[in-house]
């Protein structure tokens, strides 16, 4: 993001994490192949759902294309170099259960701030507007595992996009979660999406891949069923696994 | 075998008098004791977080080591810095064995395994939830140290006072490295096995209740620090 305030500290965003990439990634576990030979790219602003039943891959290849595990076969790149620790607060993300830090919710994200490289004395104030932003000012000061389920996962994404992230990769963020609690993580993916950033949602929730994304991408099996405009994917995916799963067939 | 009563009789006495070479031992105990956990926990907690954190050839054999040495005798670990701190060793020149710090040493020696075993074990469980979170934010391999420690610390504070308790009851070290010299490094532990040869069973006994006591008001107020702490940082 052009007006991102970390763009002003030396060095550590001049390049970019935009597009991130992954070309023909693979990944066994047991002389299994759960991803196999996947290539995916998002680069530009929007929403693009990673949709497919338990098992197919999905979780793995979102791990991979944020550089938190290697691939077997295949590479990563985040604006055409390999992931690297300096350029992790641009590329967000948020785990199917939240992991919160013993502290407060600021400091949970001041953490993020501070690894980020944010300097001390705008840590704090940069802190409150993010938990403002997501109606967690008030709990600012509550210690973060005190927090219910489905604030703790709002605080998560809130840490995430505290950084001002090109991207944000999204782990079926919402699946624990009670229809409030999950609209209002949808709100904020939204908010960020009309930001500048590129969001990579995992989830398995049609009905919310129909309300969130520009673009869907099946998985099935651990390889590349669809990749289609959300419009295109909707009105009739191609044909086999992708259909059968859209239309709510059992997919083996 | 004289009476216990007698014993707790002696050891009320001790106490009620406000004996000074009581008070005297009870100090010099707590602050070799006390002395040799900080030290313990300064290489201990590091160590075994980074054996925890880190990945690199030899690390079974490390870890195997750790558990090793946890149960290391007391009098080796005596003997060992002897050896080390004796006229002929290779810090004899310091000058130190027979005095606290010799047993300060003793102790941290056979402390400090204790709690980076300890250590490892606690943070590599935490490590296995962390682990990606903290990756995903760019904190590298130090970082993610210094934050599991601190993520840890309620555990921790009870790892370290297992190593207090092993320091405190321990007679076999401070007894080679500080020779249990009258009003010079006399402890408690070996204040009893003097008394004891001696014959001194009452008073043996007395002062064998006073370190039950103390080891006693120690965990307790550990456990009361570690509640509170837990009702106020975390769930």
């Known amino acids: 993001m052009p007006d991102d305030p970390l763009a002003a500290d030396a060095g550590r965003t001049r390049t970019g994490a935009l597009p991130i990439a992954g070309r023909d990634l693979s990944l066994g576990r047991d002389g299994r192949m759960l991803v196999d030979r996947v290539s995916l790219a998002v680069g530009t602003p929007g929403v693009t759902a990673l949709l497919g039943p338990n098992g197919a891959g999905k979780s793995l290849l979102l791990r991979m294309m944020a550089g938190l595990i290697a691939p077997d076969g295949g590479a990563v790149t985040w604006a055409g170099r390999s992931p690297d620790r300096a350029r992790a607060h641009l590329v967000g993300v948020v785990f199917h259960r939240p992991v919160m830090l013993r502290r407060s919710a600021l400091d949970n994200v001041r953490f993020a701030l501070k690894a980020a490289g944010v300097p001390r004395s705008e840590r704090r104030d940069r802190a409150m507007a993010a938990l403002a932003s997501g109606g967690l000012d008030p709990l600012a000061s509550t210690p973060a595992r005190v927090l219910s389920g489905g604030e703790q996962q709002r605080l998560a994404l809130v840490r995430a996009m505290a950084t001002g992230p090109e991207a944000l990769l999204l782990d079926e963020a919402t699946a624990h979660l009670d229809p409030a609690s999950a609209l209002a993580i949808e709100t904020l993916v939204l908010k960020a999406r009309d930001g500048g950033a590129a969001v990579l949602l995992v989830t398995h929730d049609l009905t919310q891949a129909r309300r969130l994304a520009d673009r869907v991408v099946c998985l099935h099996g651990g390889g590349l069923e669809a990749d289609l405009a959300a419009d295109a994917f909707f009105r009739g995916p191609p044909a086999g696994p992708a259909r059968a799963f859209v239309e709510g067939r059992l997919v083996a | ?235």
């Open chain 2, 1 to 235: 075998m004289q009476d216990l009563g007698g014993a707790f009789g002696e050891a009320f006495r001790l106490i009620g008098a406000f004996d000074g070479d009581l008070v005297e031992i009870v100090l010099l105990s707590l602050r070799v004791s006390l002395s040799a956990v900080a030290l313990a926990a300064l290489v201990g907690l590091p160590l075994g977080a980074a054996v925890a954190v880190a990945r690199f050839p030899g690390r079974m054999a490390s870890i195997a080591a750790m558990n090793a040495f946890m149960g290391l005798p007391p009098v080796v670990a005596g003997l060992a810095v002897y050896l080390l701190l004796s006229r002929a060793g290779p810090l004899g020149d310091f000058g130190l064995l027979y005095t606290p710090e010799a047993m300060v040493i003793a102790q941290a020696v056979l402390v400090t395994p204790i709690v980076a075993a300890l250590a490892r074990q606690t943070i590599e469980d935490l490590h296995g939830d962390y682990d990606e979170q903290l990756r995903a934010l760019g904190i590298g391999r130090t970082g993610a140290v210094a934050t599991l420690l601190w993520e840890a610390r309620l555990s921790l504070v009870t790892v370290l006072l297992a190593g207090f308790g092993r320091a405190i009851a321990e007679v076999g070290a401070v007894i080679i490295v500080g020779g249990n010299i009258n009003h010079v490094t006399r402890v408690m532990t070996t204040a009893i096995a003097l008394e004891t040869s001696k014959g001194a069973l009452n008073l043996a006994l007395g002062l064998g209740i006073v370190l039950l006591a103390i080891v006693l008001a120690i965990n307790a107020l550990a456990g009361l620090l570690r509640h509170s702490v837990a009702e106020s940082a975390h769930a």
